[in-house]
C-alpha cells in the first residue's frame, strides 16, 4: 500500500440486511467484538436503533462514535452517496483511524439493488471499496409471513450472499422452520444459512474475490449442481423427462418454489463451446434491456475464446452486474459455460431462446423448452 499512496487497495464492504425485527442490532454488537472485525467501520441509519451503549467509549461527535472495539460507527445523513465521500475525506485527511472494512446496515425491508448500484457503478466509490457479499438476516418465527406480504424480502433473499437464520431457538414450530429453511434454499440455491452464532469469517467473507480462491465454494456459489439435483425431484411439474440429458451440454433445468413465490424460478444455461467475450456482452444487454425488471439474479461461468485458461466469472442482482472477475482456472473439469438465473414472472424458454440466438444454434422447438440441442 506504502508504494502507491495516489491509489488504495480497495476496502471491503459488507451489505448487511434483513427483515424488520430479524436481530440485526444484535448480531453487529457480536461480530464488532470478534477479533476479524477489529477496525471496522459501520454505517447505520439511526444511532437510536442500535443499541450500543455498552460499546461507547466516547460521546457522538458530528455523526460519528468511536467503539471501545477500535471500531467506528456513523450515521448515514442526507443520503449514502455523501456519508461515503465524507468518510472517506476524513480517512484520506488522517481524522478517522485506517478501518480494514465497511459494513452498511440497510433500514428493515429496503431492497438491495439500489444500494449495490451505488457501490458498483459510482466511478469513485467502486474504485475505493470492493463489495464483499449481501448478509441477510432471516427471522425464523416470522421469516414466512414476511416473506408473503413483503416483496422486497424475498429480493434481500435472493440478492445474498449469505443467510442468517435468526431466532430458531425460539421458533415453536421445528416443522415451520424447516419449511422456511426449505423455501430460502429455493429462493437462492446453493445458499449457505447460517446460524446467528456462525463465526465473523462465515459471515462477513462471502464476496467473489474469496469465492474466487476456493473452487469448491465456487462451485457452491454457482449452484448448478444444487439446481439439476433439485430438478429430479420435480420431473413431473413439467411434463416428461426430456431436460434429463443435463450432461449433453445444453440442457438447462428449472424448479419451482413456494406458491406465494409463484413466478420466481431458477434455471441454468450451458454452452460447450467457448463464447467470444462480446457476444456475451451483449447477450447480457439484450437480456437486461428486454427483460431488467425480471431478473433477480444472474451468476455464471463463461467460458470465453479469448481466455481459454480460465473462465469470466459474471454475477448480476436484479439488473446490476458486478465487475466480472477473469478466473486463472477452471475450479473443475467442467469447461462449459454455465449460466444460473433467477428471474420472475419470464418464461424459461425466451431466455433459452436468446441464449441460443447468440450462440448460433438453432432455437429449441416450442415443445423442446428444455432440451437445447
Known sequence: MSEQPQRPAPIPLTLLTGFLGAGKTSLLNRLLKEPALAETVVLVNEFGEIGLDHLFVEGIEDGMILLASGCLCCTIRDDLIVTLEDLLRRLDNGRVA???RLVIE????????????????????AMRFRLDGVVTLVDAVNGMATLDDHPEALRQVIAADRLV???????????AVA???????????????????????????AGLYDIAERPDELRRWLAAEALAGHDHGHRHEHGGGHDHHHHDGHAHHHHDVNRHDAG???????????????????????????????????????????????PLLV????????????????PDSDRRSRLVLIVKDLEEES??????????????????????A
Not at 454475477?315 to 477452471?330: N, R, S
Open 98 to 100: 485506517p478501518f480494514r
Open 106 to 125: 440497510t433500514t428493515g425491508l429496503a431492497d438491495p439493488a439500489p444500494i449495490l448500484n451505488v457501490l458498483i457503478n459510482h466511478p469513485y466509490l
Open 165 to 175: 437464520l435468526t431466532k430458531t431457538d425460539i421458533a415453536t414450530d421445528a416443522g
Open 179 to 205: 419449511a422456511l429453511r426449505k423455501r430460502l434454499g429455493e429462493l437462492n440455491p446453493g445458499i449457505d444459512i447460517l446460524a446467528p452464532d456462525a463465526p465473523a469469517e462465515a459471515i462477513v467473507g
Open 264 to 310: 420466481i424460478r431458477a434455471f441454468t444455461l450451458a454452452a460447450d463451446a467457448p463464447i467470444r467475450e462480446a457476444t456475451f456482452d451483449l447477450f447480457w444487454t439484450l437480456l437486461r434491456s428486454t427483460h431488467g425488471t425480471k431478473l433477480l439474479r444472474l451468476k455464471g461461468l463463461v467460458a470465453l475464446a479469448e481466455h481459454p485458461d480460465g
Open 315 to 330: 454475477h448480476a442482482v436484479q439488473q446490476i452486474l458486478h465487475p466480472p472477475v477473469l478466473l486463472p482456472a477452471w
Open 351 to 372: 431466455v433459452a431462446r436468446l441464449w441460443s440466438a447468440f450462440l448460433g444454434r438453432p432455437a429449441p422447438a416450442r415443445t423442446e423448452a428444455h432440451h437445447l
